[in-house]
Each structure stands twice: as C-alpha cells, then as structure tokens.
C-alpha cells in the first residue's frame, strides 16, 4: 500500500474559498452569488477584492439560480454558491429549465453536503443531491476529496464550458493531495494500485479509503483504491479496467445508495462486466444531529466499513 | 415604423398563430394574440437589436450591446416564434414545423435546438423575471446602456420565485430592467381574480420598490408611447414594471373575453372564421 501522509487538515470549502479567489484574479467574466451564507461558503477574500463581481441574492435560492442563468447571457461565468441543500433539491425545476435544459454555463458550488454538517441535523445534511444532479442531462457533477482538490476542481470548472455541480464539505479533512495539481474533469484518479479488490470512492470517503486500504494491506489484502471526483461524466474505462483486473469492487460515499456514485458504478459494471459490488452509503433514510464523526459511525461511511465491505466483495468474487 | 405597418404585421402575425395551433391541433392562442401587440411593437419598433444590411434581426445569444427580451410565460411560443420569425431571425416557412417532431420549434421555447432568437428556456412558470435581472445585471457589469425586457402573465405572478426577483431588482437598482405583466384577468382555471387573487399588482410592485406603469396592451400606439415613456423613466435606479392590460384572444371575436381559449386550438370551420377577421394586408403572406 502506498504511503499517504498530511501535515495539515482544512474544509473543503475553504479549497473553494481560495480557488474563486485565484480565478477573480485571473477571470474577469467570473461572478460570485450567494443566497446569504457568504461566510459559510469562504467568499470572503473574493468579496473584499472583487465588490462588483459579487451578487448578493438574500435566502432567495431560485432567484440565485436565474439570475446566475441570466448573468451567462452576457458572457459572465456565475458561481452561485449555497449550502447542498438549498443548492439543489430546493431549486431542481429552476436548475432544470433555466440551467440544465438551456445549457447555462452556470457553476453550482455547494457546501455543507452530506451527514458531515453534523449538528444541524437533518434538514441540512442532504444526501441526495449527487443523484438528483447526475439526472440532469448537460450536467456535470464533481466530488472533490481535500483542500487542494476542491481548489483545483473550482479553477477547472471556470474553464469549462456547460453547467456545473460541485459539491464539498464542511469539517476539516486531511489534506493529502498535491498543491500543484491540474484538475481534469471526468479524470479517476489512482492512488494505490492492488490485485484483490477496487475501492471506488468520492468526496470525504476518498480518505477513508486510504485508511482502509492501509488495514487491509496489513491483513495481506492488497486494494485497488481509485479517486472518483467527478460522478458525471463518470470515468467508466478506469472502473471496468480495474474491476477487470480485481473482478470485484466497493463504492463508498457520503450520500443515499440509490442515486450515488455507488449506483452509477454498479451500472457501469451490469452493462460492460458483471462483478460483485458492496456499496457503502446512506441506506435510505435521513441524517440527524450529531457530531461528524459519530455520525459517519453511526451510518457505517468509516474505513473499518469499507474494510468489512471488501472482504464481502473478495468472499464473492467467482 | 409607420404604425399602420406595424398593424399590418400584428394582422399577419395573428394569422400565424392561429394558423400554427390549428395545424398541431394543440397550442395556446389566447395569450398568444392578446401579447401580439406587445411583441410586434418591442420587435419592429422599439427594440435597438442587431440587424443585417437588409434589416434582418441576427442572432446573438450574449446580446451585447443590443436589447434583449425575454419570455417568461413561454405557452403563449406561437407570438413569439411569429414575431421572431418574421424579424428574420429564422425563415418563416419553419413556422409550419410549430410543436412537430423534430422542429426547433418547441412546444414551449428552448434553446436546445439552437433556435435563433431564443436564450433560455421556459414554460414552467415564474423563472423569466429572474433570468432577466441576471442579463440586466450582466450589462451593468458589460457597461451596456440597452435594456432587458420581460413578460410575464398575472397568472404567474401566484409562484413565489416572481417575488423573490421582485425584491431583487430594486435592491440592485437595476434600473435598466422593463417587465411587462400580461394583465388579462384569465387563468386555465378560470379568472384570475377567482383561482387565486392577486390583488392590486401595481400596489405591490411599488410597495417593492418598483416604478410601475400601465398600458393598453391591445392598442399599439399607446404600447409604443409607453414603452418610450419607460426608457425615460429607466436609469433612476428603480426597475420599471408596465401592467399590460390586454384582452385574451385579441383580434379574433369568438376568442376573446375567455380563459376557455388559453390552450385550446380552432378546428378547421373556426380557423376559417377567425382568418376571416385577420385579412391578409399588401406585402405580407402567410407561411
């Protein structure tokens, strides 16, 4: 198992943060919306270099996701930026004719996804929105892992043209991928390569994994761990060329089952190359408050899971 | 234009839209001909858009430096294919292919078949007074001095993402934003008044902070006259909202004064009946 180390934990988020500071500086047509969660989403240093390319929407989401649709008519790039939540399941019809269906470049950037929120509970902690995302035809939908990942992803999604969902976090996470990376779109990336079984994670998870993959390497189980931080387009040769070698894989994310990274994996292997497949995920049902850590025990998105998961997925290999 | 012209055309484009809804047997006529006055006056008066030498409208969907409309409630398509059709934005044979498989004429309009004149789509209802701050906004950053125009319907005005922009535009002073409301008292379900109140439209919309004007939607010279008098009034850091008070079905008798033409075709007698009213006028022709 390849060695994976950090100095260093930060959100996701702030990743965000820097990155649309970098391309305030570097884009002039990119703009910056928020439905009143600026401080949440690390708007911060954008809106204090950059006032006139910040719109300011108030708790109105469906007007943000308009008025990004409109901003596009223009030549501005709109980053409209809210918790996961509001950013998706709160405005889906406007996401789907204004953006989606007119083919907006508009980049949606959500925080505070998934049971990592913690305290607030389950009004917040949405775990469907990678589904309902990835259903949109013209969508994009990215996942990124740490700091310099979701950096990378947010300077990568001003340069592409077409709607956009980036989605990240909020607690702070080990950094453990490189400063300097290009983020390529619909790219896997693999971070250990391994015989005996494929972990296919995305966002929070990704670390997890590693973790897991170090347990299992000292119990002589070598894993095949793959980075998947864009859901849609999905990287489908780099799934089936590991599945093919391994020929039997576990998905792991911090979202429902049905809809998630897991399904889109599970699709991809029924179509192209049948294998046993041990999915870890929310098994429908809502969050609750906690802290995040008890909670991704609690609803089993832990390395130990994903290492119980793959001797499933081993015992059944044919 | 001469507004005798512009009449002309209104004639013709009358004739479209209940010509196109026939032929699909499906469509909406009634909204549709009680706005043509509307259109016909931003399109081929009002509107500084891009032209060719020949006077041709061409197509730009960043709409810089030009004016820009948007349709918000997208049913009443057959307007506004007519109108942009016959601004020459596309040919105006294609009208025959209206809500036909394959057509980039969409039952409600899309820019997914790359239909010159459209920016975005729209049907569900409430989204267009958004996306026009947006552009209304893109130009202030553009530095662009045209405006940005919206319809919408008073049907409409029911969903609450209409009063989220509402609030919106004067708080960004976006003071180069038209909206026009389709003030024709009728909904699918009936009148307006009775499905679902709006109450006082113009109260409201000044109670937001907007400037609000009124119009008579179906009488082309005081269209035209209003919405010059609006350009004047623009650039005072107040968006501008005109009630547009029209009749549903205008121009065809049997079709006005009811809801129950909103979304319904004529059949083949009543399509002749209703040309019959619409005479084809010196240098225009049907499809």
Known sequence: MKKYTYTEKKDTRSGFGAGILELGRTNPNVVALTADLAGSLKLEGFIKEFPDRYVQCGISEANMMGVSAGLTIGGKIPFATTFANFATGRVYDQIRQSICYSNKNVKICASHAGLTLGEDGATHQILEDLGMMKMLPNMTVINPCDFNQTKAATIAIAEFVGPVYLRFGRPVVPIFTPADQKFEIGKALVLNEGPDVSIFATGHLVWESIKAGEILAGQGIEAEIINIHTIKPLDEEAILNSVRKTRCAVSAEEHQLNGGLGDSVAQTLARNYPAPLEMIGVHDSFGESGTPDQLMKKYGLTAEAIVEAAKRAIARKM | ?287
């Open chain 2, 1 to 287: 234009m001469e507004i005798e012209n512009l009449q002309h055309i209104a004639t013709q484009v009358r004739r479209d839209i209940v010509r196109m809804v026939h032929a699909v047997n499906s469509g909406h006529p009634g909204g549709s001909l009680g706005c043509t006055d509307l259109l016909v006056a931003l399109y081929f008066d009002v509107m500084r858009l891009k032209r060719d030498e020949e006077g041709k409208a061409i197509f730009d969907m960043d709409a810089r430096d030009e004016d820009v409309f948007f349709l918000s409630n997208g049913h009443i398509s057959p307007v506004f294919y007519s109108v942009l059709a016959r601004s020459g934005y596309f040919p105006v044979s294609e009208l025959a292919t209206f809500r036909k498989l394959d057509s980039r004429l969409q039952g409600h309009p899309a820019t997914a078949e790359h239909l010159p004149g459209i920016r975005v789509a729209s049907g569900s209802l409430g989204q267009g007074l958004s996306v026009a701050c947006g552009a209304a906004f893109a130009k202030k950053l553009n530095k662009d001095p045209h405006f940005v125009y919206v319809l919408m319907g008073d049907g409409e005005q029911q969903e609450g993402q209409v009063w989220e922009a509402a609030t919106f535009a004067p708080h960004h002073k976006l003071d180069n934003l038209i909206a026009v409301i389709d003030l024709n008292g009728q909904q699918i379900d009936g009148p307006t008044n009775l499905v679902m109140n709006n109450r006082d439209l113009g109260e409201k919309y000044r109670a937001f902070g907007w400037e609000v004007m009124e119009m008579k939607g179906n009488d082309l010279r005081n269209v035209i006259d209003t919405l010059k008098e609006a350009q004047g009034r623009a650039g005072q850091e107040k968006p501008i909202l005109i009630l547009m008070h029209t009749e549903m079905g205008y121009g065809v008798d049997f079709m006005m004064g009811s809801h129950k033409w909103h979304g319904v075709a004529p059949n083949d007698e009543q399509l002749a009946v209703a040309l019959n009213q619409l005479p084809v006028t010196a240098g225009m022709e049907d499809y």
